[in-house]
């Protein structure tokens, strides 16, 4: 549950935000900007290109540009997150570009997330905690990437999966769109994202058709039109799969 969103800065250049949660499941995906996720009570359960990381409290979890990731917490917990644009601070993005960091977890005080949750007018002292941040993660130690095409191709496969989930895509249709064998989609498929390309899919439909069916204001059956899904009984077998429960039962549980 999101209990405040803070945006600040321009369009797609050096801007941020802070979203705070309370208890939270995000899917696996990626994105061109910074985050950095605190754990401000209660953990953090976080994936990273496939790696695991158990964040404590009091401590938080850098997500570099373009990282493939997913984040999940125990119920009872208290999550803000902090996700600014590359230029933000550009010199920062130069020293960790095509580079992962040996180990993203670091602490934090109270007083720096204060100051970035309460200080978002004063671009100086938000820039002067990031940088403090900054230097806590990157004394950790950087290395390269492992594989940049690998690397690459996921992003390549995640960023489009988010934008055209809600279509009538398939492994096949991925392939021609980016240009590669079918063959060779479905290996980098498997080898970055451990999961078949339909479950990943309905990952995104399903989160979708939740977020739908909690603001009550359209049908089931147009809830699954809007998600993507070829027919309705499609919709209803996948989503009593995922949650032991109907569509039509979970819009009644929320109503009571």
Request: overall charge positive; charged content about 30%.
């Amino acid at each position: 549950y999101r209990t405040r969103k803070s945006f600040r800065g321009r369009a797609k250049n050096n801007y941020f935000c802070l979203l705070e949660y309370e208890n939270i499941n995000c899917l696996l995906h990626c994105q061109r900007s910074f985050e950095i996720v605190f754990a401000e009570k209660g953990s953090i359960l976080a994936e990273i290109k496939n790696k695991a990381f158990t964040v404590s409290e009091g401590n938080c979890i850098w997500i570099l540009p373009y990282e493939t990731h997913r984040i999940t917490t125990p119920k009872d917990s208290k999550v803000s997150i902090f996700i600014f644009s590359t230029d933000y601070i550009s010199d920062f993005y130069d020293a960790v570009k095509r580079k992962t960091l040996k180990n993203p977890i670091s602490e934090f005080s109270d007083n720096s997330l204060d100051i970035l949750k309460n200080n978002t007018d004063n671009r100086f002292m938000l820039k002067s905690v990031l940088y403090e941040l900054c230097e806590k993660v990157f004394s950790g130690g950087v290395s390269e990437a492992e594989d940049r095409s690998k690397t690459d191709n996921s992003v390549k496969i995640m960023l489009y999966l988010q934008q055209h989930y809600k279509e009538q895509i398939t492994l096949k249709s991925l392939a021609k769109e980016l240009g590669y064998s079918y063959s060779y989609t479905s290996a980098i498929f498997k080898e970055c994202f451990h999961s078949g390309f339909v479950d990943i899919i309905n990952e995104f439909r399903l989160d979708e058709a939740v977020r739908l069916l909690k603001e009550k204001k359209h049908s089931v059956t147009e809830i699954s039109e809007l998600c993507g899904f070829a027919t309705i009984r499609n919709f209803n077998i996948t989503f009593k799969k995922k949650f032991n429960r109907s569509p039509r039962e979970y819009l009644r549980t929320t109503e009571r």
